[in-house]
């Protein structure tokens, strides 16, 4: 572990928590994806979230004390995203979030890849490699299911319904504005926000897909940093089954 | 260059000789359709092993954990995805006819995954019980196997069973050598999958079953249940565990005076109801499925609508 200051281990807690999130809601996924293949290449791409996550943790918590650290936090200490945290517990939801997800989780990525925090700048290089597949992965499968009618319905209800939690990811983590001028990261949530905003504003036209505009417009404003602190409703449950086996004993090595 | 025979006889020299066969041959029709039953049944227990695990994914008490379980139940979905192709390829059912077979509760798969996994620990057993048991059938599989693809992709899946099988060991000693609920939970996950493992191999097998004449299985049941009783038994009362097998004792006399364990006499009709979609969990296992199935049959047909003409 290496010494951070107290705004970058802000920063990496936001970014880790978040990536534990996606990485076990879409490991929920695993026997039940839309096919066999499918269900292959999601399951991939839940380990390299999770193990995004363990790699950012390690940077900032104690060898032996991740898992602890990472199922057994009161709720009101994640500083996970809602869009992160969200069930979509049906394909068009998870296949939504996970294109809005990666998607801002690459510019993520590219905006620690200069980062003056050691080790930090190489895990970011190795992880963008990883995100090329997953957005390149979530792009085809929407592009492609959109060309039927009643598809492209799903998915556009779908966007209704995750579209108004999407910007969340940008949710400034707390002291942002001291990790950016320390060289933690290169640029700070608002003005990654305005790309992936265009960007997917841009898919969005491209595709033809009907969403309501003002959530379109909507996409680069950035909830407060507070909101970091509050948990959605799904996510007690959640959060339960996180941490059902290891509380059963905090003594034990699982 | 593409095989055929006169008769079963001509047949059977051929597969005596060495012979393996190849999906462009035409083999006998008894063997098709014997062979595409044998790798059905074994799709279909790779895909529903992989469901009775996830289960407990979410609860993994680790997230490196839950990344290995994850790696771990990927395969078995691997698993599955070369054995249907294997079997489509015999021209009987298509992938998709499989699938719904499955989920109409009209084909079967193996006894083990028509059981809840309880606690954590049954992972564990699955992992060290259920993993060893389909190891030691599927390498008795692979030993011989006389139809081409279907050993071809044993390889990989013996392999990557025989990884499994030694994860499940590591995690077995980290509860053997953990707390005292741990212990407890695993013992009582023992409780739960012992009789279930042993059965996992099948009744004797008839003396004239074709898989073994044809050279598909290249042991019979009784034999692998033998060897792995006798391998098992041993390791997990030197774990401090015990075998929830009243009779259960060592009989210096039998396998020629060298000895061997020996259990009660096996009740077979907890294995028959599984066969019967009757099992603890197999409606539970069956209908979800099933539901997950049908709410992403839309995928699907979005897929085929948009495919591009080959």
């Not at chain 1, 801002?104 to 090329?132: C, H, N, P």
């Not at chain 2, 606690?119 to 008795?140: E, G, H, P």
Request: a negative charge.
């Amino acid at each position: 572990m290496i010494e951070l200051s107290e705004a970058a281990k802000a920063y990496l807690l936001a970014f880790a928590d978040d990536e534990h999130m996606i990485g076990s809601r879409h490991a929920n996924w695993i026997g039940l994806g839309p096919f066999l293949e499918e269900d292959l290449a999601f399951c991939s791409i839940a380990q390299d979230e999770l193990g995004h996550a363990l790699a950012l943790y390690d940077m900032f918590v104690p060898t032996g004390e991740i898992d602890r650290f990472a199922l057994l936090r009161e709720p009101a200490d994640y500083r996970s995203c809602a869009l992160a945290e969200l069930e979509c517990p049906t394909w068009d939801l998870a296949l939504v979030r996970h294109w809005l997800y990666d998607s801002a989780e690459a510019l993520r990525w590219s905006a620690l890849v200069g980062s003056e925090v050691d080790d930090l700048g190489a895990l970011a290089t190795q992880a963008l490699r990883d995100e090329a597949f997953h957005a390149q992965h979530a792009e085809m499968f929407v592009e492609r299911v959109v060309g039927d009618r009643a598809a492209r319905s799903r998915i556009e209800r779908a966007l209704a319904e995750v579209l108004p939690v999407a910007s969340s990811v940008w949710t400034p983590p707390d002291g942002e504005e001291t990790a950016v001028a320390e060289g933690v990261v290169t640029r700070s949530s608002a003005s990654l926000a305005m790309v992936w905003a265009d960007q997917i504003r841009t898919q969005l036209d491209g595709l033809g897909l009907a969403v309501d505009p003002q959530l379109a417009q909507g996409l680069d404003e950035l909830p407060p940093a507070s909101t970091r602190h509050h948990r959605i409703n799904q996510f007690d449950r959640f959060h339960t089954s996180l941490g059902e086996v290891i509380s059963l004993d905090p003594s034990a090595i699982w | 260059m593409t095989h055929s025979w006169t008769n079963l006889d001509d047949f059977q020299t051929y597969i005596d000789g060495g012979g393996i066969v190849e999906p462009n041959d035409r083999m006998p029709e008894e063997f098709r359709s014997e062979v595409f039953r044998f790798i059905e049944f074994h799709a279909n227990s790779e895909l529903m092993g992989g469901l009775t695990e996830r289960d407990w994914i979410p609860r993994a008490p680790g997230v490196r954990l839950k990344q290995i379980f994850l790696a771990k139940t990927q395969d078995e979905i691997g698993h599955a995805h070369l054995l249907y192709q294997v079997a489509a390829d015999m021209g009987v059912k298509s992938r998709t006819e499989m699938l719904e077979d499955l989920f109409e509760g009209r084909s079967r798969f193996h006894n083990v995954f028509h059981y809840k996994a309880v606690t954590w620990a049954d992972q564990i057993a699955i992992a060290y019980l259920v993993d060893a048991a389909a190891f030691a059938s599927q390498r008795a599989v692979f030993a011989e196997c006389t139809y081409g693809p279907y050993k071809r992709v044993l390889k990989r899946i013996v392999a990557e069973e025989g990884f499994h099988m030694r994860h499940g060991e590591e995690m077995l000693l980290r509860l053997t050598e953990g707390t005292d609920i741990q212990r407890t939970m695993f013992q009582e996950a023992l409780d739960r999958w012992w009789w279930p493992a042993v059965q996992l191999f099948g009744p004797d097998s008839d003396p004239d079953d074709p898989l073994l004449r044809w050279k598909i299985k290249s042991q019979p049941n009784e034999q692998l249940r033998h060897a792995y009783i006798q391998k098992y038994v041993p390791l997990l009362q030197s774990y401090g565990f015990t075998i929830p097998d009243p009779n259960l004792h060592f009989d210096e006399s039998a396998d020629d005076g060298k000895g061997a364990w020996v259990t009660s006499e096996i009740d077979w009709e907890p294995l028959i109801a599984t066969m019967r979609q009757g099992g603890p969990d197999s409606r539970r296992r069956i209908s979800n499925a099933a539901a997950n199935y049908a709410d992403t049959a839309w995928v699907r047909a979005a897929l085929e609508a948009t495919a591009v003409p080959a």
